[in-house]
């Protein structure tokens, strides 16, 4: 019989888990919805790319500062108390909308204020999340957080098909009730943060919160600078978060542009990428990879995500399909390796430090590409735009990844 220590479904790691669904299968619902509501209001791919650059600028400065201020301060209560927020913000906005008081500006201010509660609630979950995971079960774990976020996706054609024919309003009062369930779930969660304890040891004498919140703040970056490996690894993700900055701005757009019901053509397309997700999750929790093999995996993945990403879209649509597919079950495989690696390896009182740096750089490379996005469609077709910048992609994996094999490879294929 299996020792009770050794086993991933413990009381805590079930409420995060738990909670984690009620409160994104809630957020996709609207997400979609709200993009395709400023698409149908605007009718400008460049104002469209505003909007989304709006939710994204606050989180490159915020999982910074939030990153060192977590690493002192309950991660749990964080997490719950965002959720509270998040409930009434929603609350709120649903109220305005139904009032018929919606604006673009409107929009953006809340889209804006939810990036920075995000941000925040990103870098204390995937903080805390390592903490309530038991021994020699990171990649079962991070597989399950994988098919999550995944399946999550599901709830996309329901979203379209509710604004298209009843609107957004009940959309956003079910987003405020699955975040205020979410919220009073995680309240239960019980783990002891034991790196608050160690990290008032290393506090300076004589300086205030905020000289504090600096001097760990500086030593994040130190630490960041000092892992070659991680930094490796990082550099490369802002690359990649660059294609994923292009191609946010760019899909939605192409698609309703060339199609007829150009959403739903969409969502076929990127139903078979979270199909591929969903059964790649699958697999990695039930089959553990060797570990001398997964440095070898995630690289050869990345290379083929980018080409497959670059050119997909010159393709018919059960072409298009067939590709996500692999796509995603590719994906699903890389993001499992590089998570449970490296949230493995960064020690309890630096994750909220390095979750915040990594945030911080993945952030600005989706803000990059959006901005990108938005100037090169005004003078380049959108297919071209995704070969472009997936071609860089694939050259920063081959320089980063490839090149820093003898830093990266130690942390992918390390015993977890």
């Not at 301060?73 to 509270?84: C, G, Q, V």
Request: aromatic content about 14%.
């Amino acid at each position: 019989m299996k020792d009770a220590k050794n086993t991933l479904w413990t009381r805590d790691f079930t409420i995060i888990t738990v909670g984690s669904v009620v409160s994104m299968l809630g957020s996709s619902l609207s997400s979609f919805a709200m993009n395709l509501m400023v698409l149908d209001y605007t009718g400008s791919k460049l104002l469209y790319a505003i909007y989304i650059a709006m939710y994204t600028v606050p989180q490159v400065i915020v999982p910074i500062f939030s990153g060192a201020l977590l690493d002192r301060f309950s991660r749990k209560k964080t997490i719950y108390t965002l959720d509270f927020i998040s409930a009434g913000m929603y609350l709120a906005v649903a109220i305005v909308v139904y009032k018929g008081y919606f604006s673009f500006v409107l929009f953006a201010v809340f889209v804006f204020l939810l990036g920075c509660i995000s941000s925040m609630y990103n870098v204390a979950y995937e903080s805390l999340y390592p903490l309530l995971i038991s021994e020699g079960n990171y990649q079962k774990a991070y597989s399950i957080a994988s098919m999550l976020e995944t399946l999550t996706n599901v709830m996309i054609p329901i979203s379209a098909v509710v604004y298209r024919y009843v609107g957004i309003v009940p959309l956003f009062l079910i987003d405020t009730l699955s975040f205020f369930i979410a919220a009073v779930m995680e309240t239960r969660i019980k783990t002891d943060e034991e790196y608050i304890e160690t990290q008032k040891e290393t506090k300076a004498e004589g300086v205030s919160k905020t000289g504090q919140m600096l001097l760990d703040l500086k030593e994040g970056f130190k630490y960041l600078k000092e892992e070659k490996g991680l930094m490796r690894i990082s550099v490369y993700f802002f690359f990649s978060c660059i294609v994923g900055g292009v191609s946010s701005v760019i899909m939605l757009p192409y698609f309703r542009e060339n199609f007829d019901n150009g959403e739903f053509v969409y969502m076929m397309v990127g139903g078979m990428l979270v199909l591929g997700r969903a059964i790649g999750g699958g697999i990695h929790y039930k089959t553990v990879l060797p570990k001398e093999y997964r440095y070898k995996i995630a690289f050869a993945v990345y290379i083929m995500i980018g080409f497959i990403e670059g050119f997909y879209m010159y393709l018919p649509v059960a072409v298009m399909m067939a590709l996500m597919f692999v796509d995603g079950i590719s994906g699903v495989t890389s993001y499992t390796i590089r998570l449970s690696a490296t949230r493995s390896y960064v020690p309890d009182e630096k994750k909220g430090r390095f979750n915040g740096a990594f945030f911080m750089l993945m952030t600005v490379g989706s803000l990059v590409g959006e901005f990108l996005a938005g100037v090169m469609s005004l003078v380049l077709p959108d297919r071209a735009i995704m070969t472009i910048v997936c071609m860089v992609g694939v050259a920063s994996a081959v320089v980063l990844i490839g090149g820093g094999k003898k830093y990266v490879a130690p942390i992918y294929n390390r015993v977890q």
